[in-house]
């Protein structure tokens, strides 16, 4: 039995420590992909039951502001307020506004879970090792991720079909040269692996995430958190309600005796 060389003993270690860094990277890009989507439809969620009743109630605050400025005009800091508080008011309604067409449900079966894993781990850009060929992965990698998350299991199956048979597999070159090759992917991936720690660090630090915490904590309790705070809301869109009123009354009458006094519509002027 011919004793194996030097380089093909190292080889065959990089590559043992190559197959494990691939389990790895596949499985920690399937837990992203999972985490994102689940933040995604949370979000959605949250949504649906309470940042609608926010962007409600930034609305009115915006028009309390806006009728504040009409009975002290001069006042900068009122009409500052006032636009900071419109501003605020329309990034609220447009992010409802696209909350409301997030609406899925997403929930990966383990026939999913399998082909991501099994794809992700040979595709992956970080396995590639020249500009063309990563950018190349790049794309498939992300049909992967939008095929997965939006639970395309047809799509998964085609494009593990698809590439089952590239050419991309094939590989016919030195020891030498499969060795650095070796080498340089395993790098490669573990830079991707430390910047997937990262994101799930961020992530797990985000508002969002935390709220959807204490959502399923207070579940658990046999509480609904959201529903909480949806009704709390409510009941600041009543107050803020009678307030506006309040103002528009305040400024009809001073406009009516403005009228009534000097003959001057002054409400075109407060528009």
Wanted: negative net charge; hydrophobic residues 35%; contains cysteine.
């Amino acid at each position: 039995m011919n004793a194996l060389a030097p380089e093909e003993i190292e080889l065959n270690k990089k590559k043992r420590v190559l197959d494990r860094l691939k389990d790895r990277l596949a499985a920690r890009e399937e837990e992203m992909t999972e985490l994102r989507a689940e933040l995604e439809q949370f979000e959605a969620r949250y949504t649906m039951e309470v940042a609608r009743f926010y962007a409600e109630l930034d609305e009115i605050e915006a028009q309390i502001a806006e009728e504040e400025v009409k009975l002290v005009p001069d006042d900068e800091e009122i009409k500052k307020r006032a636009e900071e508080l419109r501003r605020r008011a329309e990034e609220s309604a447009a992010n409802a506004e696209a909350g409301e067409n997030c609406s899925f449900k997403w929930k990966p079966n383990a026939e999913a879970k399998k082909a991501y894993y099994n794809l992700a781990r040979i595709i992956h850009p970080d396995l590639a090792l020249d500009a063309k060929e990563k950018e190349k992965r790049h794309d498939l990698m992300a049909k992967l991720n939008d095929a997965y998350s939006s639970g395309n299991q047809n799509l998964l199956n085609k494009l593990v079909e698809d590439f089952r048979d590239s050419p991309d597999l094939i590989s016919g070159d030195s020891i030498g040269d499969d060795l650095v090759r070796a080498i340089r992917q395993i790098s490669q991936i573990k830079t991707r692996l430390k910047e997937l720690r990262e994101e799930k660090l961020k992530a797990e630090l985000s508002e969002l995430f935390v709220l959807r915490e204490k959502v399923q904590a207070e579940m658990i309790e046999g509480r609904n958190l959201l529903k909480q705070m949806a009704e709390r809301t409510k009941t600041h869109i009543k107050k803020s309600e009678r307030r506006l009123e309040n103002l528009r009354n305040v400024n009809a009458a001073q406009e009516e005796y403005v009228k009534e006094r000097f003959g001057m519509d002054i409400s075109a002027f407060r528009n």
